[in-house]
């Protein structure tokens, strides 16, 4: 009878942990996942609240967006700009590599280039009118988008639209989850025994 019952104990044991362990790992895949959208995405967001006012303050000089509009090398320096003073601003500090003088320095590869894993910031934005109209289209759209208005003194003139990153696309972000999901596994593998 006793031993019947250990059995038992057991059992429902090892199935408590079998259910906590797979709901853990559930948790774990799904709140990495968010956490690296949140930040790529985020990134996008901040550059957004750098251009409005940036934009704003264009529109009271000219009283439009013509003028960017005509000149795609305008939108696209402007943009660039602002996203890249964001970046680096949001980017840790690296510090300077030292040369090795003793080595000559070698020839580097010939590399090809290659696309993106996903468009860039310019490539994804587009300014809208204040009806939501395409002032200039994003070269590369996106369905899935986080809107943001561009106000001059309190009214509407525009909206910035960029197209979210996917996350699930991205192939470093896969690996990403592989080596997380098998160290998760791992962890809690060892607390399970």
Not at 47 to 69: K, M, N
Not at 150 to 159: A, E, V, Y
Request: glycine share 4%.
């Amino acid at each position: 009878m006793n031993v019947k019952l250990a059995h038992k104990l057991f059992l429902s044991y090892a199935l408590i942990i079998v259910v906590l362990v797979s709901a853990f790992l559930a948790f774990s895949y799904v709140s990495n996942q968010s956490l690296l959208s949140n930040a790529m995405n985020g990134i996008d967001e901040k550059v957004i609240e750098e251009l409005i006012p940036i934009l704003s303050q264009r529109f009271e000089r000219q009283g439009s967006f013509a003028e960017l509009i005509a000149d795609p090398a305008q939108w696209n320096a402007l943009v660039d700009a602002n996203f890249f003073r964001v970046f680096i601003a949001l980017s840790p500090k690296i510090p300077q590599a030292t040369p090795n003088i003793e080595q000559p320095p070698t020839a580097a590869p010939h590399l090809q280039p290659c696309e993106p894993p996903f468009p860039t910031f310019l490539q994804r934005l587009s300014l809208l009118g204040q009806d939501k109209n395409t002032l200039i289209a994003a070269p590369k759209p996106k369905s899935d988008t986080y809107q943001q208005p561009i106000k001059h003194h309190g009214r509407i003139i525009g909206w910035l639209s960029v197209g979210k990153i996917n996350v699930d696309t991205l192939p470093l972000a896969g690996y990403f989850f592989d080596q997380q999901l098998q160290l998760t596994i791992w962890a809690t593998s060892c607390a399970g025994l």
